[in-house]
């Protein structure tokens, strides 16, 4: 046997990608059937992607129960719980072994083996799948000392080996010929040589972040610290050790990046980047506390490790598109900030002579009246400022009637803004597609340049291909289109009801990209055109807004 790890080559080409309808219809036998059902990798639409997930995340509650084992306040009382769990999980991980077992022959990797069974039973990944349940049943036969058979339950943890192996053989493939820093800068930063691997690192960064700020915020609770002392502290250091290394890996590699090629300069403009601030955070109170701590009481610290929360703000686009909100929303929303507190001071000083005479020890002065006049007006009412006479009354009533309006008018206009900038970056990448299909390079939803342009804009599985089967069938008419005469298209209903059409697609997102764009350049257009085609352009623009807010 190979001293290496054999596995499955997961880069086959996406021409010998065929659909579950046209597998199955090709099959001749049961096996067959239940192999491009459940685990063919060549078949799209079916079970492989799912089974392969829901077992890596079975292996990761595995390894955490056996952690959490090892509490006595915590297993002696869910024992029971704990082993239903284990026999749950052996049946499941005996199950996909027994599995892949039987479809041997149909797998591509041993079908050309002389005992395809045989071949698939001695292979690395089979005995890892064997090591993972064979300890279970040995104790039924074997008198095994429990702590060796949570030892031995460890092993289950090879069978991540299954998805990281293949992952890193495409990082390899992909980083072919390039430099240690190159391939670093594509493991930590979206790039199109990062593969699966650098999915997976992304990955495991976010579970941390959200594993260490839930220990954080147990760790307040003196009951749970008490208990859990020792767990919070190696959770804690496995997290800045995993932050650390993203880091500095970061702060190493960013160079690759054109506006940060000089090794210094460039380095020290990354790190003053909000997202590298961030990264910073997340880990100096730990070393801060760890070496001067004999100093200063630094406890106070460990607060600050709630920032890691912001390392996700990195992994989703949705602060940017808010940055961009209130970019361009500053004028409207500084012009309502400007009248709220109008109100509020107007309402503050009104309550304060209406009120101060009744209750001058709720109502001292215009600034204690502030607190009353914003709870008022936002519609929130806690009810520990309360007016007493008739007239303060009939004034709370009115102030909060006005100040439902008033206070909605910032949210619904980032709301609105905000829906208006995810729809402009689904145009955009429309129109990338499109310009990449004219250019003669393929678009579909395997290909590294359309996963990583989708993932900035937070676009799921079905939104990609529901994109991308709008621009091929948008191309492959304006091709059909390209080719005939005018005065041919207008011959056919069909046709010049498609050109219409495409043609006022066309106009619409045109005018969704300008109608928040500089103001200028709508009336240099407005100016260009004739007034009856300036009066349906505004009318265009006018029906943008309308179908945005259907939507």
């Known amino acids: 046997m190979s001293s290496t790890l054999d596995f499955h080559d997961t880069q086959n080409s996406e021409a010998a990608q065929i659909s579950l309808e046209a597998a199955l219809a090709s099959c001749k036998s049961t096996r067959e059937k239940i192999y491009a059902y459940t685990l063919d990798p060549n078949v799209e639409d079916n079970l492989h992607e799912k089974i392969e997930g829901w077992i890596g995340f079975l292996i990761i509650i595995n390894l955490f129960a056996l952690v959490v084992e090892r509490i006595p306040l915590i297993f002696e009382p869910n024992a029971a719980l704990f082993h239903v769990f284990d026999v749950f999980s052996v049946i499941v991980f005996t199950i996909e072994y027994l599995l892949r077992l039987y479809l041997a022959p149909e797998d591509h990797e041993f079908k050309n083996k002389k005992i395809p069974h045989a071949a698939y039973f001695f292979s690395p990944f089979a005995l890892i799948d064997f090591c993972a349940v064979a300890p279970f049943y040995f104790q039924a036969f074997i008198p095994i000392d429990l702590r060796v058979l949570r030892f031995l339950r460890l092993l289950r943890m090879l069978k991540l080996f299954r998805v990281l192996i293949p992952a890193y053989k495409e ?27 650098s999915g997976m690192f992304e990955n495991v960064i976010v579970w941390w972040v959200v594993i260490s700020v839930i220990a954080v915020i147990f760790e307040s609770v003196e009951s749970i610290h008490y208990v859990f002392n020792a767990q919070f502290i190696i959770v804690d250091s496995i997290a800045v050790g995993l932050f650390s290394i993203e880091y500095f890996l970061k702060l190493y590699s960013c160079v690759e990046d054109p ?189 590294h340049y359309v996963i990583s342009e989708a993932a900035k804009i937070n676009l799921s599985g079905e939104q990609i291909k529901g994109i991308i089967d709008e621009v091929c069938y948008n191309f492959k008419v304006e091709e059909d289109l390209i080719k005939q005469p005018l005065a041919e298209i207008a011959s056919n209903p069909d046709h010049a009801l498609e050109h219409f059409v495409k043609t006022l697609s066309r106009i619409r997102q045109l005018g969704i990209l300008l109608q928040y764009g500089p103001k200028e350049i709508n009336d240099q257009l407005t100016q260009l055109l004739s007034p009856g085609e300036a009066q349906l352009w505004r009318e265009i623009q006018g029906s943008n807004s309308f179908l945005k807010s259907a939507n």
Request: positive net charge; glycine residues 4%; charged residues 20%.
């Open 259 to 447: 506006q940060y090629k000089d090794w210094m300069t460039g380095r020290i403009k990354h790190s003053l980047k909000f997202s590298s601030i961030v990264d910073f955070l997340a880990i100096v109170p730990f070393f801060l506390e760890l070496f001067l701590h004999h100093l200063f009481d630094l406890r106070f610290l460990r607060i600050f490790r709630l920032m890691r929360l912001l390392k996700l703000s990195k992994q989703n686009n949705s602060t940017e598109v808010l940055k961009r909100v209130f970019t361009r929303e500053t004028p409207i929303l500084a012009a309502s900030l400007f009248v709220m507190l109008l109100m509020v001071v107007l309402a503050a000083s009104l309550v304060y002579l209406i009120e101060h005479d009744s209750q001058p020890d709720k109502y001292e002065n215009i600034p204690s009246s502030i607190y009353w006049a914003v709870i008022t007006l936002s519609s929130v009412g806690y009810g520990d400022l309360t007016p007493i006479t008739t007239v303060g009354r009939l004034m709370t009533i009115f102030m909060a009637m006005i100040g439902v309006g008033i206070f909605a008018i910032p949210s619904g206009l980032l709301a609105a803004s905000f829906s208006d900038e995810l729809l402009k970056d689904k145009i955009n990448l429309s129109a990338k597609f499109y310009q990449r299909l004219k250019s003669g390079l393929p678009v579909n939803e395997k290909d």
């Open 171 to 197: 990082f390899q493939e992909l980083n072919e010929n390039r430099t240690f820093r190159q391939k670093m800068h594509a493991l930590v930063f979206p790039s199109p040589y990062g593969g699966a691997l």
